[in-house]
Each structure stands twice: as structure tokens, then as C-alpha cells.
């Protein structure tokens, strides 16, 4: 299959310019490592192509490491940025929801970086959920990181006010690539801060609420950073990040650990919940290990 190279370099450029709470963050990473290290044999799927994840499954000493990504031309940019030598993995497009009997009970380990949010809640958690349990051997563990709003009132616009305050303050003074990585780190976190307020009583994000504050969040920082390097970060992390279809974004639904841990008791898991400090909203981000009973 003929790959587009400039697809492929755009989605490479993205992802260089995300930072925590989007990629993984150090607590996050550890607790990864610390589940997958404790494994005697370590036969590795992970769902979606998240180079901190694969390249810490081959340090680990992973004795076969399996991704599936949907979009073949993402997968091939994600590899790109690896750190380690990929040769040994086995990488494999198409849907985590697909049966794929090859996979029944043949991995000690399934982790996931975020991607619950491109499902629907409940319907499309509990099928994933069902299909993971039945990839993992007997007392294997999933591993997995979501986003949910914690209990409690937050004001959306005066977050946003705030960071971009923090960050022009602490910044004030410093070189370029000081200036710059802290500007990565800000787009990220207003991207994540965007879901603040729009989650439903079902689980599912008000798209319309989303997709304004995005826009609205481009005009103003293209405007106050209009830098082109800047800019560059900013159409990052608002434009081409989960957005591939116009007048809505990717991320579909945010789940608190309570009811997500009432889906996986149902499949036969039993899982344990780890909130990470993770700006803008310290305990959105968090993480739950579920082993196989």
C-alpha cells in the first residue's frame, strides 16, 4: 500500500509538539512500567501506537509487543518517532473492536494511552472491555489512562485566563526553546482544559460547546502568540489533534473511574483506580490497572 509521505511527516510534526496531560506524564509512564515489569512473561498488546509505550514495552524486555492503530499512515509517523529499534513488533491496522481469535488468551499485558475517549460510552467501553479480557491470559492486567472531569465546579474561562497568565509570567526573561517547550506544554493543556463543563449525565461530550471553544481558543492565541513556530504548536494541538472531520472532534465520551470500574467488574475484572496529577486538572487524567479474575 503507497503511504502519503506528506500525511505521514504532518502527523509526525503534531505529535512532537504535544506535551502532558496529551502524552504520557512520568506518573503515568511508572505505573505502566511498574505493572508490565512485575509480569513474568511479558506478551504486550497496546491499543493505538504511543512511542512512550511501545519503547518502554521493548525495554521491558517484552517477548512479543503487538499494536493496532486504525489509521495505517498514523501508525507509520508514531513509529518514526520512536526511540528504539521497532524491527520486532508486530504492527497491525485496523479496529480494536474487530475479533480477532489468534489473540484469545495470548497476552500477559493490554495497555492503552487515552483511548477510551474515542469511544462510546457505555456501549463501546464494554465491548472493548469484553475483548480485552478475553486477549489476556489468566491474571493478566490492562493497563489504561482516561480523562473525566473530577466532582465539583470549574470555571472554563477563568482557567484559560489563568495559564496563559502563568505562562507569559514564567516565561518572561527566557531563551527561545525555554519559551517554546513551555508553549507545547500550555496548548496541550488548554486543548484537554476545552472538555471542562461539556461532559453529559451519559458520559458523552457536548460536541457544540467543544468545537466553539476551539475555535475561539485558535483566534486568541494565533493573535497574542503570533509566532510562527508558535502557531505552528497552537494549530497542533486545536486543529489536527483528534479533529478529522469538520463541526466536531474525535473524543467522544469521559467516564469517571466509578462507573468505568462498574463495566469492568462485569467482564470479570477486578481493577484499582490511580488519579495523576496531571495539569490543567489535577485527577482528570487518571489511570486503573484491571486484572483478569
Known sequence: MTMDQERIAKYRSVWNNLRVPVRPGPEGLALYREQIGSLVDRSILILGTTPELVDMAIDLGGRRIVCIERDPEIMEALRQL??????????????????????????????????????????????????????LKDHGVFVAKEWAEPEGRRDYEALVNRLITDFSSATRGSGREEILEAYRCLASELRL?????????????????????????????????????????????????????????????????????????????????????????????????????
Open 82 to 135: 520512536g526511540g528504539r529499534d521497532w524491527g520486532n513488533v508486530e504492527m497491525v491496522v485496523g479496529d480494536w473492536l474487530e475479533e480477532r481469535p489468534s489473540f484469545a488468551n495470548a497476552f500477559d499485558a493490554v495497555v492503552c494511552d487515552g483511548g477510551l475517549l474515542f469511544l462510546e460510552f457505555p456501549g463501546q467501553w464494554t465491548a472493548l472491555f469484553r475483548l480485552v479480557h478475553g486477549c
Open 193 to 293: 482544559a476545552t472538555f471542562i463543563g461539556t461532559t453529559r449525565p451519559e458520559g458523552s461530550f457536548d460536541q457544540d460547546i467543544m468545537v466553539e471553544r476551539l475555535g475561539r481558543l485558535l483566534t486568541r492565541l494565533k493573535a497574542e502568540f503570533p509566532d510562527p513556530e508558535m502557531m505552528e504548536i497552537t494549530e497542533s494541538a486545536l486543529i489536527y489533534l483528534a479533529r478529522s472531520r469538520p463541526g466536531t472532534t474525535d473524543t467522544v465520551a469521559g467516564a469517571r473511574y466509578e462507573e468505568a470500574g462498574k463495566l469492568l467488574a462485569a467482564q470479570g475484572f477486578r481493577s484499582k483506580h490511580f488519579p495523576l496529577p496531571d495539569r490543567p486538572v489535577p485527577g482528570a487524567n487518571y489511570m486503573f490497572a484491571a486484572w483478569k479474575t
